[in-house]
């Protein structure tokens, strides 16, 4: 098939360097929003809802 049947570790890691790649501005942003957002809904909505289930059980 073409296909080498080498698997040692240096050949593996050939391919997995990531060094000088930084992560854009534009993905931190987008992160920074997930999480901002995630700790809005969970102070607004999830936490006032477990504490209604738990003193309301039906």
Known sequence: MGLSEDHSPEV????HTYIGHRIPWYVRLIWLMFW???IY???TYAIPDIQHSFTNPK
């Not at 593996?12 to 391919?15: D, K, Y």
């Open 12 to 15: 593996e890691h050939r391919f």
């Open 36 to 38: 901002i957002i995630a």
């Open 41 to 43: 809904y969970t102070l």
